[in-house]
C-alpha cells in the first residue's frame, strides 16, 4: 500500500453532472457595419401578431429571425448555426409555451448579457412592468402600436427612421 507525502492528494473525480438545457453565454460582437442590417429576433406565439411584427421590422430595415416558444428562441440564442453574435434585439411575448418572456431577459441578465430586449404582453400587470424594469427590458401593453414598437425596435438596434 502507497503512502501520500502530506502535500499530495489523490486526484479527485469531477461530480458527475445531469443533463441540463444548453446555457446561454454572451457573445463576443464586432461592431456592426452601416452596410449590414441589424437582426432582430421575434418570439410571440401568436402566429398572426409574430408575422405582422416580422414583416413590419423588415420594412424599416431589420433582418428578422422569428420563434412561437420560450425554448425556439432560447435555441436562437445560442445554437452555433444561428448566429448569436450578430443578434442586436430580442422582441418577446411575456407569456409563451417552455419558457416565458422574462425568463429569457433573466437567463441573458444572469450572464451579463446586455443585449436589448423589448417586452410585449396582453397581461400588462405592475409585478410584469416591475420585472421587465428590474431586468433592463422595456415593457410594451397589448394591443400594441406597430409602428411605436418598430420605432422602439430601430431605436434599440440604432436605425434612423
Known sequence: MSRLAPTERPAERPAERPAERPAIVPPTRAPRSAAVAP???VAEDDDELRQLLCHKLRRHGCRVMAARTGLELAQLL???GHEP???ELV????RMPGLTGLEIVALLRQV???LPVIVITGFGDLEAHAEAARLGAMLFDKPVDLDVLA???CAAVGLDR
Open 112 to 114: 451579463d448579457w446586455a
Open 91 to 94: 422582441i418577446t411575448d411575456i
Open 85 to 87: 453574435a450578430a443578434v
Open 151 to 153: 420605432t422602439a425596435a
Open 39 to 41: 437582426l432582430v429576433i
Open 78 to 80: 445560442v445554437e452555433p
